[in-house]
């Protein structure tokens, strides 16, 4: 147990729906990832924050938006939902805002199916 | 940009035998390089790192290399076990807090018994 929490663990919905995820990062880390990864592909970085604050952004669609809250937990929001957004989305933490030199610790993920 | 190749994308051994997954990258400006293995249905978890003022690093049955002339680095598996089959993904960044990690596309370890 990496000490990361991600709920739901499964989500199934329709196209064109709207989801929200949720992470809890570990106790002390101030930083929070969003990761897709698709069947049997690689880890498709979506967007970091750090304390708050957007601090980098990857691969995220215009559909996609996140945010961090003062209690550091995060929330990544998904609308518009396609079938090519089946994935499963991992969160991630660390302790401090690089992503150099700095452990990523993942959550089990959520399981999202667009029917 | 930054780019990261990783071979080979699928690589199947005999248990006990040694496995050698290879990354490049492009940007000599990196300077660190973990990697992650995934076990099937389970998370990403950083099994070694290695920073760009060191050649080598061991921890038991695995090793990392990094030759930064030729911008390439490996990861080493030697006596290979039923549980080293997962998939294993090498990163790159280059150190400064405004820098991502750019991960590589995976490689699937199959150890046959």
């Known amino acids: 147990d990496s000490g990361v929490t991600q709920t739901p663990k499964h989500l199934i919905t329709a196209t064109g729906q709207r989801v929200t995820l949720r992470c809890s990062p570990r106790?002390?880390?101030?930083?929070v990832y969003w990761y897709q990864q698709s069947l049997d592909q690689g880890l498709q970085f979506l967007i970091q924050y750090y304390n708050g604050e957007e601090r980098a952004k990857g691969n995220i669609l215009e559909r996609f938006s996140a945010q961090q809250f003062p209690d550091l937990h995060s929330e990544l929001n998904l609308s518009s939902l396609e079938l090519g957004d089946s994935a499963l989305y991992f969160c991630?933490?660390?302790?401090?805002?690089?992503?150099?030199?700095?452990?990523?610790?993942f959550g089990p993920g959520t399981r999202l199916t667009v029917l | 940009g930054e780019n990261v190749e990783q071979h080979p994308s699928t690589l199947s051994v005999q248990e006990g035998d040694s496995a050698v997954i290879k990354c490049t990258y492009s940007d000599s400006a990196s300077n660190y390089f973990p990697w992650y293995k995934q076990e099937l249905g389970k998370r990403p978890q950083l099994i070694i790192d290695?920073?760009?003022n060191v050649g080598e690093k061991k921890d038991q049955r695995i090793a990392v290399t990094l030759n930064k002339t030729a911008k390439h680095f490996s990861l080493h598996i030697t006596e290979t076990q039923p549980e080293d089959s997962a998939v294993y993904f090498c990163a790159a960044s280059k150190g400064h807090s405004n820098y991502q990690l750019i991960w590589g596309a995976g490689t699937k370890l199959i150890i046959k018994p």
């Open positions: 290695i920073r760009s």
């Open positions: 991630a933490s660390s302790v401090a805002g690089t992503q150099s030199y700095n452990e990523q610790f």
């Open positions: 106790s002390g880390d101030l930083s």
